[in-house]
């Protein structure tokens, strides 16, 4: 069973939202929901997330991505749909339940940080346990180790105005750490911070994720940060989920020209594998570079700089599974709809697999 | 357009609340009389400088040494104004306001801050209650609450709230939506979310609030003055309405002082009670570049001034022990009738008023009374007699000045007589106006004069009379136009003009010190259309023959010469304000034999 399960979730604002739902699922349009004055923010959206996850829900802004956010938590209630964690119906909970179940279950990671600055940044990160009444030596402790898991040890007793835009998120990081809950929901936490600081955050969450396996949906605009993140991405437009895949699925088969548009400018040397562009096994000459199904694209820069042999997959067990040609590496690496030469069939790489 | 009555609906409900809700407005008055009586007993206690050693040492807590230097300064020099009193009196006031208005304003702030359709219900109430003249409701406040501190005390309140409730709403409004998000989101309930996230954070601007409702209240004392609440209001406006340039200053002075106190003092507190102000103040500290000597800003910590106000209270109290015993003035063996009976005594600042009351509480107080003399508007003093909450009155002008107060309130006033006439009401030029001598002269000339007179309050009843009868018996009613003002606002009128020897012609009455001042010609009225001079009675509440026989019986038989009158009122203008009591003590014992003449008791 999943941890997080999305079963057809809306979200319209406005005058009559259940007549608004019927007309959706009776196959009206937003735009004519919106000339009616009401505006539907979130439209069937359903999707699971697996423990140990992270799913990342990428879309531009108004396309419902945070409001989507904001009802795995009950911060927004659903106009209709469900929402399950551990097979339990948030959405049937009372106002009493709901609130145990954040302060236990389910934390927030905030865009512009949202720190108390009335407080210091051990109380802030202790802030979830004392809403939950962990008594004061006991939530300054855990609090002062989510802070060193954070990475900012040393400056608990300083004020949220000291610290700078990374650090500051890093107390968010650890207020939602402290918590001990599972599911992290992380609202474009790194959006607003310098290229360079959010790299460094990206890594120490994937860091962070090796140790601790939580369960977390990030919310981001960035397609570079959903592919880098993300084990699943579901890419959002206008209300609804229009694709749900792996990041490989969605950059080798987008499954509509927004999708497409949309993976325009990701570095795709980064996020394709050896193992989703290769060819059928054949010809391959003696002294081959062998990589792994797993190893980057970019990495197979270094062995075609020299030669122009192509390049030896091997799978897991060693054996043989394919090869990539500089030609099909460059097919690769040009956008799927502009490019002639590749291979169109989103086919390819799992035929080949299954064969090996 | 049929009329409205909404004037007339208005009287009734008035009319409606008094007769079925009294026992509420009694409940009210006793706890916040009771609420303003403590403090200001407190802070009114003898050892003025002492008191004022306590508040500086607050302003020295709260904003340093400097502060507390100043604040020491600024209310000794309200005591060595002869005006302490009244200005703890009035500091009084404004505290018992201020609470009481934060304790309502607070709440209904979070409430509206919480729910769109409360604060779209609260806007226009609170546009009502900050705009409508003060003076509408505090004529119904002392219809409901008796003359004193409570109806000043509610036009205080009424007044001072809309900041209150608006800085709270706005406060907590301001509150980074992301922040209430982050409290919810980690499953803060309601009640915590507004006590440790939004109340918190909006403290500042709360505080900002509560520092308006101060000042507001301060700045509403003066209104509240002329309703008997007494303080400083009292005194700014007895200067004012006997263009007492000097006395209005000094009053208006002790005014500014409280109010730079609270201010600056309010001020800090914020700082002091917000964490966020704590953080501000402690940042500054520590990176800021001294600008100003550290003595200078300096403070005690909090136990240091605590014990610092209770060595001085303790002290101001121990003298209060020491002068207490032989403070009473002893009432002559024999005479003692009144028996320490209490008797409130009324009166509005016409300076014949001021003479007769301020005599008779002598004169009562030697006969072992306890009178009490509270100053106030004339419509106000006469509801106050009406419903018996005042026991008499010396300065009513009969027949036609005061008609309408005894058309409306006659049947429950009770006439005590006539102490002197008759008076004469008249239009008045400088003596240096030549060829104006009578009414009939001024045909004609109202070029000279720009074509008006200056009159007094458009409610006096002599206005009426001016304009209704006596100009149309003189044919002057196209040629001039009765400029309604004040009476304070006509005499500073008829100085400038004088001063500059311009012509001028005002309304003015006979008994009048003006007379005195300057060199003015009364018009003559050969037709008679002022009418009859009219005389001053004493009126007191129904039952007054009932309570205070004797009273009544001396009050009844009390008569005053022109000269007396004249006497008595210029030995109180030449004794000072704040002093009439002394005045007309000096005047009665400069006159042995008059006192048993005035209150005689049986041998």
């Known amino acids: 069973m999943s941890r997080l399960k999305a079963e057809h979730l809306y979200k319209v604002f406005g005058r009559r939202p259940e007549a608004a739902v019927q007309r959706l699922e009776g196959g009206a349009s937003r735009d004519e929901l919106r000339a009616d004055g009401t505006t539907a923010a979130v439209i069937d959206a359903s999707f699971e997330v697996e423990a140990g996850q992270i799913f990342v829900v990428m879309g531009l802004s108004g396309s419902g991505k945070s409001t989507l956010l904001r009802m795995l938590n009950g911060l927004l209630e659903p106009t209709a749909g469900r929402v399950l964690y551990d097979g339990r119906d948030l959405t049937a909970l009372s106002a009493r339940e709901l609130r145990e179940v954040r302060s236990r279950n389910i934390s927030m990671v905030f865009q512009h940080f949202a720190l108390f600055p009335h407080r210091s940044v051990l109380d802030n990160a202790a802030y979830g346990l004392e809403v939950r009444g962990v008594p004061r030596e006991e939530r300054r402790e855990r609090a002062a180790e989510a802070l060193e898991l954070a990475g900012l040890g040393g400056w608990e007793s300083s004020w949220p105005d000291e610290l700078s835009g990374g650090m500051q998120q890093r107390v968010g990081l650890a207020r939602a750490l402290a918590t001990d809950a599972d599911l992290l929901l992380m609202d474009e936490s790194f959006s607003a911070l310098d290229p360079l600081i959010r790299r460094d955050m990206q890594d120490q969450l994937l860091d962070l994720q090796k140790r601790l396996k939580k369960t977390i949906v990030f919310i981001t605009h960035d397609l570079n940060e959903a592919m880098r993140l993300g084990d699943r991405i579901a890419v959002m437009r206008d209300g609804r989920i229009v694709q749900n895949g792996t990041a490989e699925d969605i950059l080798v088969r987008p499954a509509n020209d927004y999708v497409a548009s949309f993976i325009q400018d990701v570095d795709r040397s980064r996020v394709l594998t050896a193992g989703s562009i290769m060819d059928r096994p054949a010809g391959v000459p003696d002294g081959a570079t062998t990589v792994g199904t797993e190893t980057p694209v970019s990495e197979l820069f270094a062995p075609f700089s020299h030669s122009g042999t192509p390049v030896a997959v091997t799978d897991e067990r060693g054996e043989l599974a394919g090869v990539v040609t500089r030609d099909r590496l460059l097919a690769a690496l040009a956008e799927p709809g502009a490019d002639p030469g590749a291979d169109p069939s989103p086919a390819t790489g799992a035929e080949v697999t299954a064969r090996a | ?603």
């Open chain 2, 1 to 603: 357009m049929p009329r409205i009555s909404l004037g007339g609906w208005a009287e009734d409900a008035v009319g409606w609340l008094q007769s079925h809700l009294s026992w509420l407005f009694d409940a009210i008055n006793t706890v916040l009389t009771g609420m303003y009586d403590g403090v200001n007993a407190a802070l009114g206690a003898p050892g003025a400088l002492f008191t004022a050693g306590i508040l500086a040492v607050v302003a020295w807590w709260l904003r340093g040494l400097l502060a507390g230097v100043l604040a020491f300064a600024g209310l000794a020099l309200i005591d060595s104004l002869g005006l302490w009193h009244q200005a703890m009196a009035t500091l009084s006031l404004v505290l018992v306001a201020s609470v009481i208005t934060l304790v309502l304003a607070v709440p209904l702030g979070i409430w509206a801050a919480r729910d769109r359709r409360v604060s779209g219900a609260l806007r226009p109430v609170l546009d009502v209650m900050q705009t409508m003249p003060a003076f509408v409701y505090l004529i119904p406040g002392v219809m409901f609450f008796s003359i004193g501190p409570m109806p000043g005390l509610i036009a205080t309140i009424v007044f001072s709230m809309p900041p209150g409730v608006r800085m709270t709403e706005l406060g907590i409004r301001q509150v980074d939506g992301e922040l209430v998000e982050a409290a919810k989101a980690f499953g803060t309930t309601p009640r915590d979310t507004l006590l440790r996230v939004q109340l918190p954070l909006a403290l500042p601007t709360i505080m900002a609030g509560v520092n308006q409702v101060i000042m507001l209240a301060l700045s509403m004392v003066v209104i509240a003055g002329m309703a008997g609440a007494g303080g400083l209001g009292e005194a700014v406006y007895a200067a004012v309405t006997q263009v007492n340039i000097g006395g209005g200053v000094e009053s208006g002075l002790a005014v500014v002082v409280l109010a730079m106190y609270l201010d600056r003092m309010t001020g800090a507190l914020g700082k002091r009670v917000s964490p966020l102000g704590r953080r501000a103040s402690a940042k500054a500290a520590a990176t800021a570049a001294r600008r100003s000597p550290a003595f200078l800003s300096h403070r005690p910590g909090t136990a240091v001034a605590a014990v610092g106000v209770v060595v001085l209270a303790l002290v101001a109290g121990g003298m209060h022990l020491v002068s207490d015993d032989g403070g009473r003035q002893s009432v002559a063996a024999g005479k003692n009738v009144g028996r320490g009976q209490s008797i409130k005594l009324g009166y509005f600042p016409w300076d014949e008023a001021v003479a007769a009351t301020y005599l008779w509480q002598n004169v009562l107080e030697e006969r072992g009374y306890k009178p009490d003399v509270k100053q106030l508007d004339p419509g106000p003093l006469y509801t106050a007699l009406a419903q018996g909450k005042m026991d008499v009155q010396f300065d009513s002008w009969l027949p036609t000045t005061h008609k309408q107060y005894m058309d409306r309130y006659g049947d429950k006033l009770s006439d005590l007589g006539s102490w002197y006439g008759p008076t004469s009401l008249e239009l008045t030029v400088p003596s240096y106006v030549k060829g104006v001598d009578s009414l009939a002269d001024l045909k004609g000339k109202s070029a000279q004069f720009g074509g008006k007179i200056v009159g007094i309050e458009s409610s006096a009843g002599m206005m009426g009379k001016l304009n209704d009868t006596v100009l149309k018996a003189y044919g002057l009613d196209g040629e001039y136009k009765v400029v309604s003002s004040s009476t304070s606002t006509m005499l500073a009128e008829l100085d400038r003009a004088i001063k500059k020897k311009e012509p001028v012609v005002t309304t003015l009455w006979s008994p009048h010190w003006a007379y005195d001042k300057y060199d003015l010609k009364k018009l003559k009225d050969p037709k008679g259309a002022w009418g009859q001079g009219e005389q001053i009675h004493s009126v007191g509440k129904k039952d007054f023959a009932k309570d205070f026989p004797r009273v009544a019986q001396w009050v009844k038989d009390f008569k005053m010469s022109d000269k007396d009158l004249a006497s008595l009122e210029s030995a109180i203008q030449g004794g000072g304000k704040g002093k009439e009591k002394d005045s007309a003590r000096r005047w009665l014992d400069a006159r042995p034999g008059l006192v048993d003449k005035l209150a005689p008791v049986g041998t």
